[in-house]
Antibody, heavy 113, light 106 residues
Framework: EEQLVESGGDWVQPGRSLRLSCAAS????????MHWVRQAPGKGLEWVSS????????GYADSVKGRFTVSRDNAKKSLYLEMSSLRAEDTALYFC???????WGQGTMVTVS | EIVMTQSPATLSVSPGESATLSCRAS??????LAWYQQKPGQPPRLLIY???TRATGIPARFSASGFGTDFTLTISSLQSEDFAVYYC????????FGGGTKVEIK
């Protein structure tokens, strides 16, 4: 069964950095593009970043461009999101999402305050 | 950036009735559109991909259509478990989500 497990969420002060991880299992990780999507408390879904299967192409929402960096390690079947210069508006539940079948993890909470 | 607009924001429906949700893209996304259902405290659940194909295990009362910029999700004979928030998502160029439609009990 396809599974995605996010980790690394925490409470941090504005301006600090945080690294999120997503561990994948149950599918051939290096065959798929991967995405990060976030959801602020009581709000809708917001795309954050995407990375192609081999890491060759990456995309970012304007709201995080220049502050967040997405990466992956196909040997470890893991996806990462390096977040810097964090702001209060980055407070959200961050989901890891697999492309094509759009399988979602349960999310990891980031609170910036 | 492709902007996705959903309407209405809230839909009040009685159990057993049908509901029609709309989603419009600011530019063509071809058939690269998905629909999700989300309930409180849960991640979104994929209902539809490729604009009209039901995901595994999704009941036939969920149907969808559209291509290009205009898309529709129809839920026929609403069951109690269908009251939730629904999102559309384009995956033609990275991802973008609509603002959601809350389907509530009338």
């Amino acid at each position: 069964e396809e599974q995605l497990v996010e980790s690394g969420g925490d409470w941090v002060q504005p301006g600090r950095s945080l690294r999120l991880s997503c561990a994948a299992s149950g599918f051939s990780f290096d065959d798929y593009d991967m995405h990060w999507v976030r959801q602020a408390p009581g709000k809708g879904l917001e795309w954050v970043s995407s990375i192609t299967w081999n890491g060759g192409n990456r995309g970012y929402a304007d709201s995080v461009k220049g502050r967040f960096t997405v990466s992956r390690d196909n040997a470890k079947k893991s996806l990462y999101l390096e977040m810097s210069s964090l702001r209060a508006e980055d407070t959200a539940l961050y989901f890891c999402v697999k492309d094509t079948t759009f399988r979602w993890g349960q999310g990891t909470m980031v609170t910036v305050s | 950036e492709i902007v996705m607009t959903q309407s209405p924001a809230t839909l009040s429906v009685s159990p057993g009735e049908s509901a029609t949700l709309s989603c419009r893209a600011s530019q063509s996304v071809r058939g690269n559109l998905a629909w999700y259902q989300q309930k409180p405290g849960q991640p979104p659940r994929l209902l539809i991909y490729g604009a009209h194909t039901r995901a595994t295990g999704i009941p036939a009362r969920f149907s969808a259509s559209g291509f290009g910029t205009d898309f529709t999700l129809t839920i026929s004979s609403l069951q109690s478990e269908d009251f939730a928030v629904y999102y559309c998502q384009q995956f033609n160029t990275w991802l973008t989500f609509g603002g959601g439609t809350k389907v509530e009990i009338k």
